[in-house]
């Protein structure tokens, strides 16, 4: 189960990434629009996500976040089970550097209910509070308008795109590359 609350949104809560959370996590390594931004080619075992969650999640040149629907009851720390669900999952890779990236990633079946754009508001908030991040870049694939849709809802601009750069659905496609300024963000 998610751990404690990082941020709080209207309707989202941000909260840390446990080791419990592979076997949700693992849905993640078999969408091939996820993957791209964690520069994995192929799906994974949950003893491969622990892993994953052990060597990048917990690292703390990364930050992580699971993005959560809380009941109104539910606690600030560990919540039990019921009283909270995961719906979207932010990954910023390097934020040790000036140019963390990020990944965004939905599950199917929340996807059109506006958590993604959420999220990611959510996740610029804890990355740009906490870190010393001149902007923030994400990397989508072309046929991926869902998160495409997030991230420019939540204010990044396209800059550009590499062609036909990574294999998925059985097809080269395009990737969309996109960056937000802090100055854009706390405009």
Known sequence: MPGPVLEV???LVLRTVERDDAAFLQ???TDPYARLGL???THKSEAE???FVEEDVEDESNAAYLACVDEEDAPYDHPDDGETTPVAFVFAGHVDRDRPGLVLWVPEE???EGY??????????GVFRTYDAHSVGATVLESDEHSQSAFEAAGFTDEGRGREVWFAEGEYQDAVEYGLLREEWEA
């Open 116 to 125: 993604g754009a959420a999220a990611v508001e959510l996740a610029l908030r």
């Open 27 to 29: 849905r993640l390594f």
């Open 39 to 41: 520069h994995a080619t």
């Open 9 to 11: 949104g209207d309707d």
């Open 49 to 51: 996500v622990e892993t």
């Open 110 to 112: 929340h996807r059109g």
